[in-house]
């Protein structure tokens, strides 16, 4: 097989074969070596020239890396090579761009939160007492958060399955295309949107007072497109051959979906519905128009302003003193690690469930 | 799938009485199957068009009231004698954000994931992709909490640099402000999106036909040529697809720009300097203190977000759509 | 096979886990703070407690800090009632009260004649009233490295809030502080994004005294030209103090827990005047009353120049029906309102920055309060 290669590309010097084969490399550890060189140069100019921003620093580093690496690379390993090299680097540095931002996000959150999350924190709500003031705790808006997504959940997410499977195993014709549609318009809604409609109908014309009933009705509307849609993507994932093979045993068609289809897919579909969940939890605007927001633990959903994790970290955010600046990192820390939980266990029953395909 | 027609012969097992079966489905647990998922995307429309007739309603009001062109006035104030208000400025710093979004997410979004799929060491890049999804469920409330109280204080010494080396451009001049303009807003869109875009390229980079890759391969291409001749040809469509996705999450996000965006009506040729709105933003910042006319008024304003960002999604779905047809998904 | 089945029920047992630890945890909440840090000494004040159940209420977020701790005081005293005060702005406050949502709105500026027609509808035998409970100076903090003390006029802030200004060692600015080392900095003026009652006083207090410097019309939403913006009252002032040679407006409350310098106003008394309690209320007692009846609406003197008044001042309303107000939630309403009035009511603001209201003013409140019906 290998005595095939008829140089497939005209290469700058076209070297007889053998020599090419062992032709000049940079050593295995020299992209480190250049990187900490880099590093140094970087900081050094940055300390001559004064810069005080350490973005700067970094900037210059690896302007200065990708820069040596491939002077460096052409002239000891020839230009495809130090383009290789290049396209390296410069994927690297996508990288550490990238993590940087989001380890300094992550570590934030956990730094400034970690200050006041302790058992009382979790286990107390605020009370009367005023936001200015140190203390206080989040429970009522765990309570509030735990069943304001539970409801929207039991809310979309059946209508949201059965929809997809009518798109997938039944929708033909117009109104399937209609459907298809709205779910697209449904995932541009703006949240505040979802919940002004909701707003007007339950509460101003239905004369209903706020409650977390009232929220989750407005979450539902926002989860519903991504429950449709992601369960879409994994109904068609299921081979047509699994189906096939069913309907011609003379399942009918309801107990091929139920037994066969769904089974096969359902890893996908939990983690679609998590996944729609998490990002409902972190709605603040439906929240604060149509749960009120409240100081204190309220355990009925149907009846009277409850709080939310995410309208907390605002309003609290929003008092601007130090006490309610620690609050608002402790339940932001909460929120994350909520829905990061969420998130796993979404994960990894897809991981379990995954139906097997090739790869 | 041309399953709808069921099999003219029940097998012995079949529960139903044999004699009831005739060519269509009539069995009582298909038919109530199929209402039940019928009626769910007919309550699912319903709502929809509620939601859809409702916005429309009053938006209509909030036109006909102002006294303004609603597309091209550079002002917003619904609450005066004379009521005025257009989206020039919300449009402008909408499409403006979104763009800088995505000009800087994009390509390193392709970068990372690359990384994890054809640089990163085996033992790194199943976690890495991981914790990339995980940051895609992160609540934007607390990317603008991050962007307000860290981003921004560190951005001004950024900016000033950029200032003078690129000051004379104009697009780069920054008069020493707090670093709260819509080049902030992009970055902290940038870095929101990211995770997403990411995690779809990512996935579709890893559908690339082994046989391409290792054909190149012994072609005795290096890994960019690899990279360059087989994955990115098969993942373009994908990739386009992923930063439509980004692309409609950065033009509705509003908690994170509000928190760090300071807003104004004019339009200033610098994007370092503070000043612009989005829509989203615009909406959350003005809505507490708006009456009934001027909360039509940014409903109105909404009801384009909207149209925006189902022309976006509208898009990504016709390339998704040609792309299975493309590669032959699900034949 | 096997692998994958323990690795099943591991993650299983972790979802359960978590999911009973939440329940668990919210099943055990307390609402009793009253123990843990921050709580308050609150002295059993004379309350006289009525109705029962939970008072909804909405509206400036200007007043948040004093409403918190009036309904800690009055929820320490009268256990029946829960009081459940939203800070989601004056606009939005006001209608969801004429929508019939809440049982009083808190309003940085008292109802507008179609307002009134409104409250027409909801009171039925009434209207809606303004009854003005608490006051605060607005203060003008700055952030200039070197000055600890500032003075300026009304003439020189309009000209730095329309940019006409520019510079923090500007002639105008040299000439009221002559001793000062001003720097050659560049001024960042912050005004507010969202509207706000602080903003329509600060122009209210500029179209007043310095009429031939700002021309815009006093408006909640923010009418000067450039500048920058930034939203809510902790949104600016923590832009004062991250941001060198910035200048912006909010209530003195946010000054003093962010630690920002405030500007002394010269307002034509012998001695520039600070912005602090004490001078607030001397400005709200040159007040006039301009609400008949039961409406108490106030209308400030911006431009005054008596001594030691500081006339940048909020007066925050609290507004109700004056007949026709819900049932159910008369009573406790009322004795809310009562508490608030009370002169311990009025005591326990002096320490958050709040101005308490002249003893006259709060003496006919009080009346009013105890018609309500």
Known sequence: MSNVVTEPRPVADSAPLPVSLKQARLPRWSPPVFALVALAAGAGIGLVAGLDSKIQWGLIAALLFIIGTFTIATKVEGARQARDRLATSLVWMAFLLAVLPLASLLWETVDRGRKVLDGYFLTHSMGTLPDAMVGGGINHAITGTLQQVGLATLIAAPIGLLTAIYLVEYGRGKLAKAVTFFVDVMTGIPSIVAGLFVLSVWILILGFGPSGFAGAMALAILMMPVVVRSTEEMLKLVPNELREASLALGVPKWRTILKVVLPTSIGGITTGVMLAIARITGETAPVLLLVWGAKTINNNPFEGAQQSLPLYVYQQWQQGSEASYDRAWAAALVLIAFVMILNLVARGIARWKAPKTGR | MDTSAIPQNPPPTAPAAPSEVSGKAVRPGDRIFLGLSRGSGIALLVIMAAIAAFLTYRSVLAIQGDKANFFTTFEWDPSGAEPKFGIAVLAFGTVVSSIIAMIIAVPVAVGIALFISHYAPRKLAAPLGYVIDLLAAVPSIIYGLWGALFLVPHLSGLYAWLDSYLGWTGIFSYSQGAARSLFTVGILLAIMILPIVTSVSREVFLQVPKMHEEAALALGATRWEVIRMSVLPFGRSGIISASMLGLGRALGETMAVATVLSPSFLIGLSLLDPGGGTFAQNIASKFSEADTFGQDALIASGLVLFVITLLVNGAARLIIARRKEYSGANA | ?373
């Open chain 3, 1 to 373: 096979m096997k692998l994958q089945r323990k690795t099943r029920v591991r993650a299983l047992a972790v979802g359960a886990l978590a999911v009973s630890g939440a329940l668990a945890l919210s099943a055990c909440g307390s609402d009793d703070t009253t123990g843990g840090p921050g709580a308050s000494s609150a002295k059993a004040a004379n309350i006289k407690c009525d109705g029962k159940g939970k008072l909804l209420a909405s509206g400036s977020s200007a007043q948040k800090n004093a409403m918190d701790v009036w309904v800690q005081n009055y929820s320490g005293a009268c256990k029946d009632t829960e009081i459940n005060y939203q800070p989601t702005g004056s606009g939005a406050g006001v209608t969801t009260f004429l929508q019939g949502q809440t049982a009083f709105a808190g309003s940085d500026s008292a109802l507008e004649p179609g307002e009134v027609e409104k409250s027409k509808q909801l009171c039925k035998t009434g209207q809606g009233i303004n009854l003005p409970m608490v006051g605060g100076p607005v203060a003008i903090g700055y952030n200039v490295p070197g000055v600890e003390d500032l003075v300026l006029d009304a003439e020189t802030l309009a000209k730095i809030f329309d940019s006409k200004i520019t510079k923090w060692n500007d002639p105008a600015i040299k000439k009221l502080n002559p001793s000062a080392k001003l720097p050659d900095l560049k001024i960042q003026a912050f005004h507010r994004s969202d509207e706000s009652g602080t903003t329509k006083n600060l122009t209210e207090y500029f179209k007043a005294a310095a009429p031939k410097d700002w021309k815009h019309e006093p408006d909640k939403a923010w009418a000067g030209k450039g500048g920058q913006a930034a939203s809510g009252s902790s949104g600016v002032s923590s832009q004062v103090k991250q941001t060198a040679g910035a200048i912006s407006y909010f209530e003195l409350s946010y000054a003093e827990s962010s630690q920002v310098n405030t500007v002394k106003l010269d307002t034509g008394a012998k001695e520039p005047v600070e912005a602090n309690v004490d001078n607030a209320s001397k400005a709200i007692a040159e007040a006039k009353r301009v609400g008949k009846g039961n409406d108490h609406a106030m209308e400030l003197a911006y431009d005054t120049k008596a001594e030691g008044a500081y006339p940048i001042t909020l007066v925050t309303y609290e507004i109700a029906c004056d007949k026709g107000n819900k049932k159910e939630t008369l009573p406790a309403t009322k004795s809310f309102l009562t508490y608030m009035a009370s002169e311990d009511g009025q005591a326990a603001l002096k320490e958050l920055g709040y101005a308490p209201l002249p003893t006259e003013i709060a003496e006919q409140v009080r009346k009013t309060v105890s018609t309500l019906s």
